[in-house]
Each structure stands twice: as structure tokens, then as C-alpha cells.
């Protein structure tokens, strides 16, 4: 893709990014490397990315992990939430030297991002996942680091499955192909990712 100065510099952003997560991300016997619990590779991933989120989101914003709270119909919880943007300030902040983890009010929720590793195909708790979400945000992205792919319409056709259970909106930063196994870093779904935050209101 053609680039301008400002989609250059976001295009290094996912550079950078990438270098912070694809070592921990890519950690399986697969790819020849010691393995990390897929929650803690998890985590990485989607602390990083709100790192990079921060930088892009308008004032009044923030994006954190943690989980949504029905305050008026019974302190209710939603499921744990990899990366929520939101509006003000937290309901509550739990932050140690080891956790950083919110708790925020539903009517303060703009989106609610999963963040996963890699996909290859819509698996069922993805659906179960935006289901239960659905009940306390009013949009939920999926947010992939890498999609498994051999073309794009394979891409295509993961992109319309998600959205077809719920998601609103489909990223992800590379795309590897099988056999011999190759990675393309995806310069413009990240862009259209941070030029959504930026346009937040």
C-alpha cells in the first residue's frame, strides 16, 4: 500500500508493537519455541496494545483491561475483557505491583476488544464470548495478532464469520501462510484500527 507520512508512522507503530508481542505470541512447539500459558501470552499481547491504543485516543478516554459492571441491575459482571475503552474514570481500579485491572460501569463502555493471538477459524466460545459481551457493550471488536490464512478470501471468509456472531469489527497485524510457513505484516488493518480510536467521541 501506498503510504503518506502519517499512515509511515503508524505503519512503524505496528512495527514496534510487533517486536513487543511476537516473540511471547508465536511461543509453541510449532513454530520451534519453549511455550508460554496462552493466558500470559495473552496478556502481553493485549497490555501492549493498549500501550499503543493510548497514544491515539482523544481526551476523556482510556482503554485498560478488565472487566464491565452493571452498577443498576445488581452489580452484575461481564466476563473478563482483554481491552475496554471508555469514557471517564474507572468504577474501580485494582492496581499492585503484579495487577493493573478496572472495573468499569456498562453506560461508560464504548468497546469492548478480544484480543487473541492468532486465528484460523471462528471457534464456538468466540460466539458464547460475543454473546455474553453483548449484554453489556453496545459494540465488541475481535482484535487478532495473527490470522492463519492461505489467501485472502480465507481472510475474508473469517472476517464475515466473526461478524456474523456479533463483532462489529475485524483486525489483525500479519497474516501466516502454510507450508513453507511466511509472514506478511498487514500495515492497513492497523491503520484503519488507530484511525477508528483517534475518531472516538
Given amino acids: 500500500m501506498s503510504m503518506n507520512r502519517a ?27 519453549p511455550t508460554l500459558h496462552d493466558f500470559v501470552k495473552g496478556l502481553i499481547l493485549s497490555t501492549n496494545i493498549i500501550d499503543f491504543i493510548e497514544r491515539h485516543l482523544p481526551n476523556g478516554f482510556r482503554a485498560d483491561w478488565g472487566q464491565v ?7 452484575i459482571l461481564s466476563k ?40 484460523r477459524v471462528v471457534k464456538p466460545e468466540d460466539k458464547d464470548y460475543c454473546r455474553q459481551l453483548s449484554n453489556f457493550v453496545p459494540e465488541i471488536w ?9 489467501s485472502d478470501r480465507r481472510i475474508a471468509k473469517i472476517e464475515r464469520d466473526l461478524k456474523s456472531i456479533g463483532y462489529r469489527r475485524f483486525f489483525y497485524f500479519y497474516k501466516i501462510r502454510d507450508n513453507p510457513i511466511k509472514r506478511d505484516i498487514a500495515y492497513k488493518p492497523f491503520i484503519e484500527f488507530i484511525n477508528l480510536i483517534k475518531k472516538l467521541k
Fill in 7 to 33: 499512515t509511515a508512522v503508524l505503519a512503524q507503530e505496528l512495527e514496534e508493537l510487533l517486536s513487543r508481542s511476537t516473540p511471547y505470541s508465536l511461543s509453541s512447539p510449532s513454530f520451534t519455541s
Fill in 69 to 75: 459492571i452493571d452498577i443498576t441491575d445488581g452489580n
Fill in 80 to 119: 473478563e475483557c482483554d481491552i475496554i475503552i471508555y469514557e471517564g474514570k474507572p468504577y474501580k481500579r485494582i492496581k499492585n505491583r503484579c495487577m493493573d485491572f478496572v472495573l468499569v460501569d456498562k453506560n461508560k463502555v464504548r468497546i469492548v476488544i478480544q484480543v487473541k493471538s492468532s486465528i
Fill in 142 to 150: 475481535f482484535l487478532s495478532e495473527a490470522c492463519i490464512a492461505s
